[in-house]
């Protein structure tokens, strides 16, 4: 069966520190991959998303930046972060059909200070 | 574009009681649509999903009707549990190019007292 990992569960980090939030997933091959940010515990935002290795589509203007090196692994990264990064990032993946549903990870609890 | 909206939230209901939560939605083409439900510091589950009109959505009691007529996906079950208070989330995927992108609702809040 697939799985989807993702790590830290929790981060504190100071204005102005590297971040890189890493996930995996597990049991399939070529999943589409998405990160979402969620404010304040209640809307999710979409960030980013990938339909392949190194493509990566950026859905809105920010501090953050996307990688994917392999095939099952997508990486958030910031060089600099702000006070406004704060939020709960989630990663999330899909197979290939229109009609399946997103599995997310159990996301990373980011806390700039 | 597309958007999801919810019925504002909290709600707070007694065990056994029943449930309505409110979503309806503006999209291009025929949409798919979901409810997600996250418990405290986790992550988001699929709850249940349609993908076309008059389309039941169903599962662990939960249920919803994909209503094409009125743009609506509202969440229902019959008797709730304590287990259920949750943050549940309405979301749609647009038909066409949309590489699988989910359009998600603010949530709803819901707790259940025993």
């Known amino acids: 069966s697939q799985t989807i990992h993702q790590w830290p569960a929790t981060l504190v980090q100071p204005v102005g520190s590297p971040l890189s939030l890493e996930c995996t997933v597990e049991?399939?091959?070529?999943?589409?991959l998405y990160w979402y940010r969620q404010a304040a515990g209640r809307g999710l935002q979409l960030l980013f998303y990938?339909?392949?290795?190194?493509?990566i589509s950026s859905e809105v203007p920010q501090n953050l930046s996307a990688s994917r090196p392999q095939d099952r692994q997508f990486i958030l990264s910031s060089k600099k972060l702000l006070l406004s990064d704060s939020g709960f990032y989630l990663c999330?993946?899909?197979?290939?059909?229109?009609?399946?549903?997103?599995?997310f990870g159990n996301g990373t609890r980011l806390t700039v200070t | 574009g597309d958007s999801v909206t919810q019925m504002e939230g909290p709600v707070t209901l007694s065990e056994e009681a029943f449930l309505t939560i409110n979503c309806t939605y503006t999209?291009?083409?025929?949409?798919?649509l979901f409810w997600y439900v996250q418990y405290p510091g986790e992550g988001l589950q699929l709850l249940l999903k349609?993908?076309?009109?008059?389309d039941k959505g169903s599962n662990k009691g939960f249920e919803a009707t994909y209503r094409k007529e009125t743009t609506s996906f509202h969440l229902e079950k019959g008797s709730v549990q304590v287990s259920d208070s949750a943050v549940y989330f309405c979301a749609l995927r647009s038909g066409g190019t949309s590489y699988g992108k989910l359009t998600f609702g603010q949530g709803t809040i819901l707790t259940v007292h025993p």
């Open positions: 999330a993946w899909m197979a290939g059909e229109q009609t399946s549903p997103l599995h």
């Open positions: 049991g399939t091959s070529n999943p589409n």
């Open positions: 349609a993908t076309k009109a008059d």
């Open positions: 990938s339909v392949g290795i190194g493509q």
């Open positions: 999209a291009t083409g025929y949409p798919s």
